[in-house]
Nanobody, 124 residues
């Protein structure tokens, strides 16, 4: 079992930055692939970024590529999402997710564990 708690969301102006954190508790965090997803009102949950267990592989949605960076610190059981050059269309609840996998996981169906989410609002 893995419990995930996101933090770092908030209100920011367009062009600003935020860093989200996701603290994992439970066993063997370093054995889990991690991902970030987001869900805007009235829309389906969508993939944002993913990172492999070793941080050797990362993958991004086209909409955030070049602006967002996913990273992890296995000594702190934490995965991060650095978000720069934020746009109003980035407004959503952001969720982190964990899957017991040594690869990259990019689909919601594959993830076993989810956090409760943190709200990110970007004003124009």
């Amino acid at each position: 079992q893995v419990q995930l708690v996101e933090s770092g969301g908030g209100l920011v102006q367009a062009g600003g930055s935020l860093r989200l954190s996701c603290l994992a508790s439970g066993r063997a965090f370093s054995s889990y692939a991690m991902g970030w997803f987001r869900q805007a009102p009235g829309k389906v949950r969508e993939f944002v970024a993913a990172i492999s267990w070793s941080a050797g592989d990362t993958h991004y949605a086209d909409s955030v590529k070049g602006r967002f960076t996913i990273s992890r610190d296995n000594t702190r059981n934490t995965v991060y999402l650095q978000m720069n050059s934020l746009k109003p269309e980035d407004t959503a609840v952001y969720y982190c997710a964990a899957d017991y996998s040594f690869g990259i996981v990019t689909t919601t169906e594959q993830y076993d564990y989810w956090g409760q989410g943190t709200q990110v609002t970007v004003s124009s």
